[in-house]
């Protein structure tokens, strides 16, 4: 290989691995890549592997960009350098370990566990694979400092990743992300990576976790009269592969729920995740298998959660019989309306209750907040900031529920992450509730769209992978700063919000005001006519995202599906006219 085309930097990092202690069959690797394979080095090495929206998160391999032994060693190690000064005066520190279904998970799990209890860490390692928002509950109820989560969430299968939870049961948010970051920048040797565990210090659990965290999920029931009435209603749920293949069908049932069908070929624990090309409930493709047994059995509602179970999708009957797939925006709209609907009708609203959201999650949120008077918090893009409102408000006011358009969501705040076990109960209990009104979810969904207007998002993502696709989307985010659109899809941009700057402004006026927001990589414009677009680069993947809403007005039930066609029409013009492919 010509490793003239080659950054020196690259090549030095990679002579580092083969100068340094690690083992021998990563350095026949590291020889491989600079002999044969150029592209492969650069991607592998030209940066170390970095803290985004949700940790530490890179395709597995061999390189400071991979996800490895010693890249989840040394930050590891980090966190365990910035643990011991965060709590030196503690007794004890503690930290709760689980891990997916991913491949390597269980691997990577106990390399954590091994460097944090070699530096006198106590760690409580799961004995199976569990949900991710198990971990979340389970530092708090074990009274840890910290926790690791080890999975990619529903990235590709060549993807494994490392999400690091504080003491409040949240992911990592200012200052201690980048802090342990700049500790892991301190390691410049794998030498000073203890990986020599201590197994007096490492502790098995499972079970006893598994019962009050499902105690806790049945505990959120608001009509447990009324899913016994229907506790027949017909339910098919796959964990893709996943971590909820146990806990989520217990949930079900601790509520009541009877007829639970699950997708056998799915169940199957596998990093591989063999049915599909990708195990996001996201993609309509995901929820196939789910889908075909729905009418084999002819269920009422199909659900689907990713490998972590932190995320899930959800299909229903629309008036025709047929099953339609709805997005996280439209999930998040009848779970909250379901939510807010009986805290007021049994007088639970009290005037000091919230739900949150993310800056991109559907406005038709707001809507019902106010119409509900409960207040509404907008967060930067991920759970973290939702988790942060919860522990900044804790004592003060109530969390109710919150929700992101990326198909997360939360119900009460004994979890401080989106989670789908959660979620697939209460959404059971929503779909319960609608058919004892005589609807179906659908139903329920336009009788919101006109109550409150039709809002419809869409979501348009750009995938650039590498070094040079990072160029690229660096780019393009560039370009909408320094020459923004005057105009969209011949309507006329408003206001201006970028959040890396923190400014809002008006176009018309001039003026511009603080957003009220942490500084973060994202540029909103709004339109005259109502239109939101968002553009921002995804802090966990290749990728920059596009998030575009409309409004209608829904006057009559019966004209739902010439509106929808319309503001569907209208999504596919505004990402038309921002040529962004």
């Known amino acids: 290989m010509n490793q003239e085309n080659v950054d020196k930097s690259i090549l030095e990092r990679a002579q580092k691995w083969l100068d340094g202690n690690y083992d021998r069959d990563t350095k026949a690797t590291v020889?491989?890549?600079?002999v044969n394979d150029q592209t492969t080095l650069i991607d592998a090495f030209y940066k170390d592997l970095e803290f985004g929206t949700g940790g530490l998160r890179g395709i597995m391999g061999v390189g400071t960009n991979r996800m490895n032994k010693y890249t989840v060693g040394s930050a590891t190690q980090g966190l365990a350098n910035y643990l011991k000064k965060m709590f030196a005066?503690?007794?004890?520190?503690?930290?709760?370990?689980?891990?997916?279904?991913?491949?390597?998970?269980?691997?990577?799990?106990?390399?954590?566990?091994?460097?944090?209890?070699?530096?006198?860490?106590?760690?409580?390692?799961?004995?199976?694979?569990?949900?991710?928002?198990?971990?979340?509950?389970?530092?708090?109820?074990?009274?840890c400092q910290t926790g690791v989560m080890i999975t990619a969430s529903?990235?590709?299968?060549?993807?494994?990743?490392?999400?690091?939870?504080?003491?409040?049961?949240?992911?990592l948010i200012k200052p201690h992300d980048k802090n342990i970051i700049e500790e892991v920048k301190r390691i410049t040797d794998v030498n000073q990576i203890n990986f020599e565990g201590d197994k007096n210090k490492i502790e098995a659990i499972g079970e006893k976790i598994d019962k009050v965290y499902i105690d806790k999920v049945k505990s959120l029931t608001l009509?447990?009269?009324?899913?016994?009435?229907?506790?027949?209603?017909?339910?098919?749920?796959?964990?893709?592969?996943?971590?909820?293949?146990?806990?989520v069908p217990r949930a079900l049932k601790a509520l009541g729920f009877e007829?639970?069908?699950n997708v056998a070929e799915q169940d199957k624990v596998d990093g591989?995740?063999?049915?599909?090309?990708?195990?996001?409930?996201?993609?309509?493709?995901?929820?196939?298998?789910?889908?075909?047994?729905?009418?084999?059995?002819?269920?009422?509602?199909?659900?689907?959660?990713?490998?972590?179970?932190?995320?899930?999708?959800?299909?229903?009957?629309?008036?025709?019989?047929?099953?339609?797939?709805?997005?996280?925006?439209?999930?998040?709209t009848l779970l909250i309306y379901y939510v807010l609907g009986q805290y007021k009708e049994k007088d639970l609203l009290k005037g000091n209750e919230y739900i949150v959201k993310t800056i991109v999650t559907t406005e038709l949120l707001d809507e019902m907040a106010r119409d509900f008077g409960v207040e509404i918090f907008d967060v930067l893009t991920g759970f973290k900031y939702i988790a942060d409102v919860i522990k900044r408000h804790e004592g003060k006011k109530k969390f109710i529920a919150g929700g992101e358009e990326s198909y997360g969501f939360l119900v009460g705040d004994f979890v401080r992450d989106k989670?789908?076990?959660?979620?697939?109960?209460?959404?059971?209990?929503?779909?319960?509730?609608?058919?004892?009104?005589?609807?179906?979810?659908?139903?329920?969904l336009i009788d919101i769209y006109q109550q409150y207007g039709l809002y419809k998002e869409k979501l348009k993502s750009v995938v650039r992978y590498g070094k040079a696709g990072a160029e690229h989307i660096a780019k393009m985010m560039d370009e909408f700063r320094s020459q923004p659109p005057v105009s969209i899809n011949d309507s006329k941009v408003s206001t201006i919000i970028d959040y890396q700057k923190g400014?809002?402004?008006?176009?018309?006026?001039?003026?511009?005001?603080?957003?009220?927001?942490?500084?973060?990589?994202?540029?909103?414009?709004y339109t005259k006519c109502g239109s939101k677009i968002t553009a921002r680069p995804s802090g966990t993947e290749p990728k920059i995202k596009f998030y575009v809403g409309v409004k209608r007005i829904l006057k009559n039930k019966e004209d739902f599906e010439k509106i929808n066609a319309k503001a569907e029409e209208e999504l596919n013009k505004i990402i038309e006219a921002l040529d962004i492919e």
């Not at 020889?31 to 600079?34: A, D, E, G, K, Q």
Request: glycine share 6%; no cysteine; charged share 25%.
């Open 503 to 525: 400014t809002i402004h008006d176009i018309d006026s001039g003026e511009e005001e603080p957003t009220s927001l942490p500084k973060s990589n994202v540029i909103q414009f």
């Open 154 to 171: 529903h990235n590709p299968k060549e993807y494994n990743g490392y999400k690091v939870y504080w003491e409040d049961g949240g992911q």
């Open 259 to 261: 007829q639970i069908y």
């Open 223 to 247: 009509n447990p009269d009324i899913i016994q009435k229907h506790k027949d209603l017909k339910i098919v749920y796959t964990p893709i592969h996943g971590t909820g293949v146990e806990l």
């Open 31 to 34: 020889r491989s890549y600079l």
């Open 419 to 444: 989670d789908a076990v959660i979620y697939v109960a209460m959404m059971a209990e929503t779909a319960a509730w609608a058919a004892e009104q005589g609807k179906s979810l659908n139903d329920l």
């Open 89 to 143: 005066g503690r007794d004890e520190i503690k930290a709760v370990i689980a891990y997916d279904s991913r491949n390597n998970s269980r691997y990577f799990s106990e390399v954590t566990a091994d460097v944090l209890s070699a530096n006198g860490i106590k760690v409580y390692l799961f004995d199976a694979l569990r949900p991710t928002p198990e971990l979340s509950f389970a530092i708090r109820h074990l009274g």
């Open 272 to 332: 591989d995740f063999p049915t599909v090309h990708s195990p996001n409930p996201e993609e309509p493709a995901a929820l196939e298998m789910a889908l075909e047994k729905a009418r084999e059995v002819n269920a009422e509602l199909v659900m689907a959660t990713d490998p972590d179970t932190d995320r899930a999708g959800l299909a229903v009957k629309d008036h025709k019989g047929e099953y339609v797939l709805l997005n996280g925006n439209q999930t998040a």
